[in-house]
């Protein structure tokens, strides 16, 4: 299986960006996807996740700002990010997961600044 996310970039703070991640080689819809972030030094963190019947869950700091959903037909999960902040920036990775098969995506860049 492959997951190719993109969508990232710069934003000023306040703003918003949609990340795009798209599943390849997988039954998409078995799958629940989740969105990951890491900066350097730190460990990769759960944003938010969608289970295969469609069911979120956010971390704490995101709650409200950042929405999870997913296109079935598509193969395909985004994150919605709203209100950004410069806490926000990070690399952000998919990562698509059923039982001990885990899939990753390569990442994408979020850059929070004026």
């Known amino acids: 299986g492959q997951l190719v996310e993109s969508g990232g970039g710069l934003v000023q703070p306040g703003g918003s960006l949609t990340l795009t991640c798209t599943a390849s080689?997988?039954?998409?819809?078995?799958?629940?996807m989740s969105w990951y972030r890491q900066t350097p030094g730190k460990q990769r963190e759960l944003v938010a996740g969608?289970?295969?019947?469609?069911?979120?869950n956010y971390a704490v700091s995101v709650q409200g700002r950042f929405t999870i959903s997913r296109d079935n037909a598509k193969n395909t999960v985004y994150l919605q990010m709203n209100s950004l902040k410069p806490e926000d920036a990070a690399v952000y990775y998919c990562?698509?997961?059923?039982?001990?098969?885990?899939?990753w995506g390569q990442g994408t860049q979020v850059t929070v600044s004026s």
């Open positions: 969608i289970s295969s019947a469609g069911s979120t």
């Open positions: 990562k698509a997961q059923r039982g001990s098969t885990a899939y």
């Open positions: 080689g997988i039954v998409f819809n078995a799958y629940p």
